[in-house]
């Protein structure tokens, strides 16, 4: 089956404690994204990559990293936590060129306290 | 960044009403989505419509690019349309702004 799945679903920690949420893609696609959602906003973009290694700034990457060594995986990375990052994140992904929807995973619910 | 604007932001609708849900953006776009966020948190894909009109059953979207405007027609709903609808926009095919959402709940 055709899908992005993240790890973990939800995840609650303490501030300053690095932390990392998987994303991976079967669907041979070169370009992934990371957006985070807040209560009554849409989703905002964090960090896209257009393929291995090609990374690039959203709208709101403080505070996160990431990484594209492959092109299945796109893990986002908070090296130190912040109650402001409480929030619910999604991984998406889509091919380039042709039709060009995204894909995205069920979310990831991280709570910092 | 480009500004992507839902409207209404609520409504509320008996089973079997229609309606229409718009999303007006900022400027120039090749990228346009909707989605539906079901109450569970999920993103369901339901057009990829940088122009023209598709259907897909009792949905249809319609996006005219030159006047930056997404419609998105919801005919018979049902309960199980209740969610929050989502339009997004596409800028140089890499970066993705959405809009705040329209939340619908259908009652039975």
């Known amino acids: 089956e055709a899908q992005v799945t993240q790890n973990p679903r939800y995840l609650i920690t303490v501030t300053g404690k690095k932390l990392t949420v998987t994303c991976s893609q079967n669907m041979n696609h070169e370009y992934m994204s990371w957006y985070r959602q807040d209560p009554g906003l849409g989703l905002r973009q964090i960090y896209y990559s257009m393929n291995v290694e090609v990374t690039d700034k959203g709208d709101v990457p403080e505070g996160y990293k990431v990484s594209r060594k492959e092109k299945r995986n796109f893990p986002l990375i908070l090296e130190s936590p912040s109650p402001n990052q409480t929030s619910l994140y999604f991984c998406?992904?889509?091919?380039?060129?042709?039709?060009?929807?995204?894909?995205f995973g069920p979310g990831t619910r991280l709570t910092v306290t | 960044g480009i500004q992507v604007e839902q409207s209404p932001p609520d409504l509320i609708l008996q089973e079997g009403a229609n309606s229409t849900l718009r999303c007006n953006f900022s400027?120039?776009?090749?990228?346009l989505q909707w989605f539906h966020q079901n109450p569970w948190g999920q993103l369901i894909n339901l057009f990829y419509i940088p122009s023209g009109t598709k259907q897909n059953g009792r949905l249809s979207a319609t996006t005219v690019a030159t006047e930056r405007y997404s419609l998105l027609y919801i005919s018979s709903s049902q309960t199980t349309d209740s969610g929050v609808y989502f339009c997004?926009?596409?800028?140089?095919?890499?970066?993705?702004?959405f809009g705040s959402g329209t939340k619908l709940n259908v009652k039975p």
């Open positions: 400027d120039s776009v090749n990228n």
């Open positions: 997004a926009v596409g800028y140089n095919f890499n970066k993705f702004y």
């Open positions: 998406a992904s889509k091919k380039t060129g042709g039709s060009e929807e995204q894909y």
